[in-house]
Nanobody, 127 residues
Framework: QGQLVESGGGSVQAGGSLRLSCAAS????????MGWFRQAPGKEREGVAG???????TYADSVKGRFTISKDNAKNSLNLQMNSLKPEDTAMYFC?????????????????????WGQGTQVTVSS
């Protein structure tokens, strides 16, 4: 069974940067739809960025131009580069994968689209 483990979270001041990583095991994750989600206290989990088998990406409007999702196929991992961070980016960030289909035709930010989740890593941005 697939397993996802996030790392790279932490505390940073507004305007700073962080790079999240998601180590994947059990599958060759580059073939599948993968994404990053976040959940702030008292709020629903929301899609941040998604990537498909061909490297096509999609982003939430709130992070466009600031966040970049990428795959490291050699390491079987997923990354999220976060620049120009804002206090409203503070949340628990989760890595996700859709392991139901052997090929991903398009990236998604939909929570229900994914069936495998990591435990999350906390990102805190102070003003």
């Amino acid at each position: 069974q697939g397993q996802l483990v996030e790392s790279g979270g932490g505390s940073v001041q507004a305007g700073g940067s962080l790079r999240l990583s998601c180590a994947a095991s059990g599958y060759t994750y580059s073939r599948y739809c993968m994404g990053w989600f976040r959940q702030a206290p008292g709020k629903e989990r929301e899609g941040v960025a998604g990537i498909d088998s061909d490297g096509v990406t999609t982003y939430a409007d709130s992070v466009k131009g600031r966040f970049t999702i990428s795959k490291d196929n050699a390491k079987n991992s997923l990354n999220l580069q976060m620049n120009s961070l804002k206090p409203e980016d503070t949340a628990m960030y989760f890595c996700a994968a859709d392991l139901r289909y052997p090929y991903c035709l398009g990236p998604s930010l939909s929570f229900g689209y994914y069936n495998t989740w990591g435990q999350g890593t906390q990102v805190t941005v102070s003003s």
